[in-house]
């Protein structure tokens, strides 16, 4: 079997958003798992809407996402130049070719004359197309419209026929030619249309299987008809279910659908990333929702892709998010959150190796509290206290009648302890509440005044992580306050 090659072509036009990263992951997955190629290819012809700023966060969020390529920008192969900006001699010899085998002509009509009859067979009640009006032109209507000064575009003579996608996803899915109408290839300032484009470059570049979005399906049958005109095999093509929002519409940003450099800025991890979006139209045969992104691409399979539309959650892409950050260990995790402390002001742009360890242990506190990355502001906020401020709800708990017993003997447990690690806090709490108990104070009459004193909170991280990371001293100064509140 020869080897399979797969593409991802974006058009910097735009960031890198959740339908086109799913489809570079499925097709990214389907070469690892067929030890194929993986190319990367910038579809840049509309001159007027690319930017050099889109391309460079496409790369940038890819590479965030983990996916690497065999070909492309950056990594130069055998069929560059991968920007079509850069291929317009290949697609002119391609046309040449159309041309003379008189599978394609020149079309001088205009904008305006193309929009008259639209509307006139709109009113008619028939499918509008482009009606082949240019296709049989003589020599001497073509100078005549050229003297007039009138540019041509260059179309595709579409052959009475009917087309059939050999769909890897969906299955057979038919075509008949009499609904698509004579297509450009040419614009007329002499660019190539998407169409010529995509098929010229999947021709010269060996692409075996082309896995994209159900919105190209009826591309997908011009461009049959296009390989066979030029005289090439037809990929192997595979299309991926719209994703809808929880209401079934189309995606869009008040669904939760935006830009992966956005997910990125929110704190978002690119694993969980990856994991969701393959969820998105795929499942594990064991029914199985955690995934490394190495993992994923060992039992990733074209087979299990799902021929319904699949549907965001934002919801669900937090919980998984949430996993992942759970995974991580504390020295992995804590990298990722600083810039997040450094913005809230809460630490300095570098810190010695004793304050990293101090912020690793705040980190270790709240890592299960964490759905995204900016949680961390939040969630850590009381560590970097000065001062407790007490609201109503705490100062009510703290004048609780047997409050007094328990910041009491908390403050006695606590004198008489040196350095206090995590298991020395829970030792600690565990001898205090084992005391308070035989005295009939128990359970939330413990923990809830403890809670309150030291941190101002009546709810946030386990008490023994508060007490580990304050300290002695900073937790006496607390609890010698509370009481005075008591």
């Known amino acids: 079997m020869k080897n399979i090659r797969v593409r991802f072509a974006p058009s910097p036009t735009g960031h890198l958003h959740i339908g086109t990263a799913r489809t570079a992951l ?5 070469a690892k798992s067929r030890n194929g190629d993986f190319i990367l290819r910038i579809e840049d012809t509309d001159r007027s809407r690319s930017t050099i700023e889109f391309e460079r966060s496409i790369i940038e969020d890819l590479k965030w996402l983990g996916l690497d390529w065999n070909e492309g920008p950056e990594i130069e192969g055998n069929y560059g130049p991968y920007y079509q900006s850069k291929r317009g001699d290949l697609y002119k010899k391609f046309v040449d070719e159309l041309l003379k085998k008189k599978l394609a002509y020149r079309c001088y009509c205009t904008e305006n004359e193309l929009e008259k009859r639209r509307k006139e067979a709109l009113a008619r009640g028939v499918m509008s197309k482009y009606d082949g009006h240019c296709i049989n032109l003589t020599s001497g209507e073509e100078e005549r419209f050229i003297t007039e000064g009138r540019k041509f575009t260059i179309r595709f003579k579409i052959p009475k026929r009917k087309i059939i996608v050999h769909d890897l996803i969906k299955g057979d899915v038919e075509f008949n030619s009499d609904t698509i109408g ?3 290839l040419v614009r007329s300032d002499g660019t190539a249309s998407f169409n010529l484009a995509v098929v010229v470059d999947d021709v010269t570049m060996k692409v075996t299987h082309v896995i994209r979005g159900e919105d190209h399906l009826a591309n997908t049958a011009r461009h049959i008809l296009l390989f066979e005109a030029l005289g090439y095999p037809v990929p192997k093509f595979g299309h991926l279910s719209m994703i809808l929002g929880v209401d079934h519409a189309k995606l869009s940003k008040r669904h939760g659908a935006t ?15 990856v994991n969701y979006l393959t969820l998105l139209g795929w499942s594990s045969e064991d029914g199985k929702e955690i995934f490394t992104l190495e993992e994923l691409s060992k039992v990733f399979s074209i087979e299990r892709v799902s021929k319904s539309p699949a549907i965001f959650d934002i919801g669900k892409l937090k919980w998984i998010n949430g996993q992942h950050i759970r995974e991580l260990t504390v020295e992995e995790l804590t990298p990722l959150v600083l810039p997040h402390l450094r913005e809230a002001g809460y630490i300095a742009s570098e810190l010695s190796g004793e304050e990293v360890v101090w912020v690793e242990k705040v980190v ?12 961390i502001t939040n969630n850590a906020k009381l560590f970097f206290e000065d001062k ?3 609201s109503e709800d705490v100062l009510e708990e703290l004048k609780g009648e047997q409050v007094s017993m328990v910041l009491k003997t908390l403050e006695e447990a606590l004198a008489k302890e040196d350095k206090i690690d995590i298991e020395k806090a829970k030792v600690l709490l565990k001898g205090v509440a084992g005391r308070l108990k035989a005295g009939n104070i128990k359970g939330k009459a413990v923990y809830h005044p403890i809670r309150a004193a030291l941190t101002g909170r009546l709810s946030g991280p386990e008490l023994f992580y508060v007490i580990s990371v304050f300290g002695k001293e900073k937790c006496l100064k607390r609890v010698e306050e509370a009481m005075k509140l008591a």
């Open 388 to 390: 407790v401020g007490y």
């Open 182 to 184: 004579d297509f450009i």
């Open 26 to 30: 499925f097709n990214w997955f389907f």
């Open 259 to 273: 830009s992966i450099s956005d997910y990125r800025e929110q704190g978002f991890l690119p694993s969980a990333i």
């Open 364 to 375: 270790r506190a709240v890592q299960t509290n964490l759905v995204v990355l900016s949680d």
